[in-house]
């Protein structure tokens, strides 16, 4: 596969990836199915990993950074369960990838990323894919969305962190909305757990998923850079 003239070609890996990697494994959620099924991957992977963009495993973006797992994309957002009405929170740009998915499901997207050069070149993705209700900041996302910026609620209906993080940052928890959910890997090895939270009477209450590798989310509340 060379270029990315060739559409009909990712469609059927992508249609592939649906059957094997999302339907044949525990992502059963329609919605997410129909966004993991519409967006193509292959615009958010560097030109280099074409012939990739449907393997179910991570590649890299550059800076050092990966594009999630579809499969992990797909499990993080059917945990996170959006609706039409969310506001959300994802810390961790990346490539936009993820950010995209999400786009499509909810009513509006706040994504944050320490690397200038990677929120610009997922700013730079989502406008040509039309995704337009989402808003970047560059910044350390452990800190959460700078306080004068947030939405007229003052919270977060979903938040989802995209890298791992020794412990879940408080700033974050303050700014979930009672009776919303957080999805995040924890851990300070290699491996970390996935764990989906219920933010209920300014508590977490935490699920765990299942084990998953991710970059490490680096800031004050947060690894040590
Ligand atoms: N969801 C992305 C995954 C990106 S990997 C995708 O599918 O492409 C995690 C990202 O978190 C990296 O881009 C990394 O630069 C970013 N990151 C790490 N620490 C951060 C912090 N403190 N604030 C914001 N972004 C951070």
Known sequence: MHGRENKDKFGVAREQMLRLDLKGRNITNPDVLKVMAEVPREEFVPESYLSQAYTDGPLPIGMGQTIS??????????????????????????????????????????????????????????????????????????????????PPSGCFDRIMITAAVPEIPEPLVRQLADGGFLVVPVGYGGVQELVACEKKAGKLIEREICDVRFVKLLGEHGFEK
């Open 69 to 150: 797992q579809p499969y992990i994309v797909a499990l993080m957002t059917q945990e996170l369960r959006c609706n039409r009405n969310c506001e959300v929170l994802e810390i961790g740009t990346g490539s936009g990838y993820q950010t995209a998915v999400l786009g499509k499901l909810v009513k509006k997207v706040y994504t944050i990323e320490r690397f200038p050069q990677l929120s610009e070149s997922a700013q730079a993705v989502l406008g040509r894919l039309g995704v337009s209700n989402v808003e970047f900041y560059v910044g350390d996302g452990s800190c959460g969305w700078p306080e004068s910026q947030l």
